[in-house]
């Protein structure tokens, strides 16, 4: 049974940082890439950022430079360091598997391109 959980999700203050997980189990995590989006209440799934199998890495929007994402085969797991985080990164953040290996640089923001879903975790940035 594929499972993905979220983990890491809290209040911070603007500038702050956090540290999300996704813990996988169910699949071989290393032959799948591995996406983080968000969703923003009232507002459309947002691509945040993709990983692929052997490591490479898509950004969507303006991410890159804030949000680094890693992967932990060994340890079914992957991180996302959020820093200088803004009132706008509020959202609840989700982890999904995609479909194969592969990020593509102009579609992987495709929703139907991922099967499985963890259920969020809750990301607040305030004062």
């Known amino acids: 049974q594929v499972q993905l959980v979220e983990s890491g999700g809290g209040l911070v203050q603007p500038g702050g940082s956090l540290r999300l997980s996704c813990t996988a189990s169910?699949?071989?995590?290393?032959?799948?890439?591995i996406a983080w989006f968000r969703q923003a209440p009232g507002k459309e799934r947002e691509g945040v950022v993709c990983?692929?199998?052997?490591?490479?890495?898509e950004y969507g929007g303006s991410m890159a430079g804030r949000f680094i994402i890693s992967r932990y085969d060994s340890e079914n797991t992957v991180t996302l360091e959020m820093d200088s985080l803004k009132p706008e990164d509020t959202a609840v953040y989700f982890c999904?598997?995609?479909?194969?290996?592969?990020?593509?640089?102009?579609?992987?923001?495709?929703?139907?391109?991922?099967?499985?879903w963890g259920q969020g975790t809750q990301v607040t940035v305030s004062t």
């Open positions: 169910g699949f071989a995590l290393r032959n799948y890439a």
């Open positions: 990983i692929r199998s052997g490591g490479g890495i």
């Open positions: 999904a598997k995609a479909r194969d290996s592969y990020c593509s640089a102009d579609g992987w923001t495709e929703l139907f391109d991922y099967d499985y």
